[in-house]
Every structure is written in C-alpha cells, then in structure tokens.
C-alpha cells in the first residue's frame, strides 16, 4: 500500500473500485478499520488542531474526499488515481452488503433522517441485516451506545455525525471493538434519503 502525503497527511494511493475490494477483504477477516474521508478543508484544520491531527494518526486510511486533494498531490509531484469519497462509498459497501448479507450499524443524522435512510435500505437493499441505529444527537458520555454497537456484531459502522465529530467518535472508541469497518461518512444520509 503506498501513500502519498499531503501536508502531513497520508491518503492512500487507490481508485475507488480496489479501496471497496480491500474493505471487502478486511469484513471477510473481520479486521478492525478505522476509514477517514478527508477533503481540503480536514487537511487544512489538522495544521491548527493537535488533537484532531493525532485522532487521524489512529485512521487504518485515509481517503482522497474530492477533486482538491487529487490535485494537491498532483501540485506536489505526487499523483492520485482518483477521489474516493464517503457518499460514493456508501452506496458501493451497500451493494455489496445488500449480495453478501453483511450488518450494518446506522450512526448519526437526524431522527427523521435516520428513519427514512434506514427505511430505504429495508426497500432497496433486503439482503442487508441492519445491526441497529442511533441518531446523531445522543448523549457522548453514556457508555449505553458503544456497547450496545458493540453487541450488534455489525460488519460495518456508518458514522455521519459530520466533521469533526465523527473522527473524535471513532477515534474514542475504536480499541473497544472486536470488529467492523467504521467509515465517517458526513451528510451522506442526508444525500441518500433527500
Ligand atoms: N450531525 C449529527 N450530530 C451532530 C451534528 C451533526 O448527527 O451532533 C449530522 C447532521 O445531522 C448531518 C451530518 O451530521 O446529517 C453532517 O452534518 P454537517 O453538515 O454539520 O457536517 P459536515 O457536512 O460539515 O461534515
């Protein structure tokens, strides 16, 4: 896996369609992953923000959210394939899911957002077993939420409390989990069920 590093931070050198396939590998093997989508705007606020710069450290990858990052490293001499970002994501590790029956957890949004997303995957995706969901506006210090995720066994977690609070999320609670792959995905639920 090769890396390319811009300003400090280091996206993976990948297309989209090779990123699913090794995401796919890691549910398979049941290999804990920690996924971050960073655009412009993540990579700029990590030269102001300590904390949130050692949150990624944690990240297993970091992903190339839009076309200003691919052409960021092409500025630095670098090159990346492509943007790989958490909404086209989504809907691919929905497909998939949807064909090998994997669980999913639903974190974030808004209750009626939430609902209509977790609704639509019921009609599109009947293959996929949904492991839970919880909106996005839930009390951080009550230890209720990790663990009952935790006892959901899900294959995938997907976190859409935006930036940064999705990253501090994961980021906390990682090391707790057995398994799963946790990729923030901003206001993709938003995009989906709008
Ligand atoms: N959100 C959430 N919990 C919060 C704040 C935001 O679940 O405490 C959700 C919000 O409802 C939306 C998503 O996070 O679905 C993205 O929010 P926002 O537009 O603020 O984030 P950004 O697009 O900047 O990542």
């Known amino acids: 896996t090769k890396?390319?590093?811009?300003?400090?931070?280091?996206?993976?050198?990948?297309?989209?369609?090779?990123?699913?396939?090794?995401?796919?590998?890691?549910?398979?093997?049941?290999?804990?992953?920690?996924v971050v989508t960073a655009n412009p705007e993540i990579v700029m606020?990590?030269?102001?923000?300590?904390?949130?710069?050692?949150?990624?450290?944690?990240?297993?990858?970091?992903?190339?959210?839009?076309i200003g990052i691919v052409k960021a490293a092409a500025i630095i001499g670098e090159s990346l394939p492509e943007r790989v970002s958490g909404y086209d994501m989504m809907m691919d590790l929905l497909e998939l899911?949807?064909?090998?029956?994997?669980?999913?957890?639903?974190?974030?949004a808004s209750e009626k957002v939430l609902g209509?997303?977790?609704?639509?995957?019921?009609?599109?995706?009947?293959?996929?077993?949904?492991?839970?969901?919880?909106?996005?506006?839930?009390?951080?210090?009550d230890p209720a939420l990790p663990q009952s995720i935790k006892d959901s066994q899900p294959d995938l977690v997907f976190v859409a409390l935006g930036f940064p609070r999705q990253e501090q999320?994961?980021?906390r609670h990682i090391d707790g989990f057995d398994?799963?792959?946790?990729?923030?995905?901003?206001?993709?639920?938003d995009v989906f069920s709008g």
């Open 3 to 34: 890396f390319v590093h811009i300003l400090g931070v280091p996206f993976i050198d990948t297309t989209r369609k090779d990123f699913i396939k090794k995401l796919q590998g890691r549910i398979e093997k049941q290999e804990k992953t920690f």
């Open 45 to 66: 606020h990590t030269l102001q923000d300590s904390e949130y710069k050692q949150i990624l450290t944690k990240a297993d990858y970091i992903t190339a959210d839009g």
């Open 97 to 108: 899911a949807n064909e090998k029956r994997q669980r999913i957890f639903f974190l974030g």
């Open 116 to 141: 209509e997303t977790v609704r639509l995957v019921e009609e599109k995706y009947p293959g996929i077993q949904i492991a839970g969901h919880q909106n996005g506006f839930f009390d951080w210090s």
């Open 169 to 171: 999320w994961i980021g």
């Open 179 to 189: 398994k799963g792959v946790f990729i923030g995905i901003g206001g993709s639920f």
